[in-house]
């Protein structure tokens, strides 16, 4: 069975710092993904990851793949208040023509002035 | 539609009455997935469809659940004499052939 763990799963940060969110899943997984949830709001798809080695990066936010660790990461630089938001990794299975996602509990970053 | 569509977006049920939740996906996604998220918590993979037929429903945590896209478009999720327990955010998303999945804004369910 597939099982994905993620820490930290809360994090406050000041602005203008850097930090890592650490995403760590049991057994072989085909692509990995990062999202973000705002309050009340349904999922962002931030990173989808392939492959070992892929790196990813969106802005602040850059997301790496090690497939034989079984560890991704989400590395925020600088951070800014509007980054404060929920943000979970998930472990896809390909099934059928599409991922079965497994999710883990969700980071909540808070980023404060 | 541009996105997926959910409805109701909020739905308060007496505990025992039946509910019906609707997902409306991207035009021509072949995929729909149902998810089901408690509170301060991550999606949990409730059920699968590829077009009409379903092919995997591993995740539906009890025979109250249950879930149709009859012409391989719109799906319902039924939940049937609902408890507290199924108090939870539902997510559809939708996706075709390849990677990425679209999630929908949800409905969130509150039984009482």
């Known amino acids: 069975e597939l099982k994905v763990e993620q820490n930290p799963l809360f994090l406050s940060m000041q602005e203008g710092k850097n930090y890592t969110i650490y995403c760590n899943y049991s057994?072989?997984?085909?692509?990995l993904y990062w999202y973000r949830q705002d309050p009340g709001k349904s999922l962002e798809s931030l990173f989808v990851?392939?492959?070992?080695?892929a790196v990813k990066q969106e802005g602040r936010l850059m997301a790496s793949l090690d497939t034989k660790a079984r560890l991704s990461t989400l590395h925020i630089t600088a951070a800014v208040h509007d980054l404060s938001a929920t943000y979970f990794c998930?472990?896809?299975?390909?099934?059928?023509?599409?991922?079965?996602?497994?999710f883990g509990t969700g980071t909540r970053l808070q980023v404060t002035l | 539609g541009a996105g997926v569509s959910q409805s109701p977006r909020y739905k308060v049920a007496k505990r025992g009455q039946d509910v019906a939740l609707r997902c409306d996906p991207i035009?021509?996604?072949?995929?729909l997935f149902w998810y089901q998220q408690a509170l301060g918590q991550g999606p949990e993979f409730l059920t699968y469809?590829?077009?009409?037929?379903?092919?995997?429903k591993s995740g539906l945590p009890s025979d109250r659940f249950f879930a149709e896209r009859p012409e391989g478009s719109v799906s319902t999720l039924k939940i049937q004499r609902t408890q507290q327990e199924d108090s939870a955010v539902y997510l559809c998303?939708?996706?075709?052939?390849?990677?990425?999945?679209?999630f929908g804004q949800g409905t969130r369910l509150t039984v009482v």
């Open positions: 998303a939708s996706s075709l052939v390849g990677v990425e999945a679209f």
């Open positions: 057994t072989t997984s085909d692509r």
């Open positions: 990851l392939l492959s070992n080695g």
């Open positions: 998930a472990a896809g299975k390909l099934t059928g023509t599409a991922s079965k996602l497994t």
């Open positions: 035009s021509g996604h072949v995929s």
């Open positions: 469809f590829q077009n009409e037929a379903q092919l995997d």
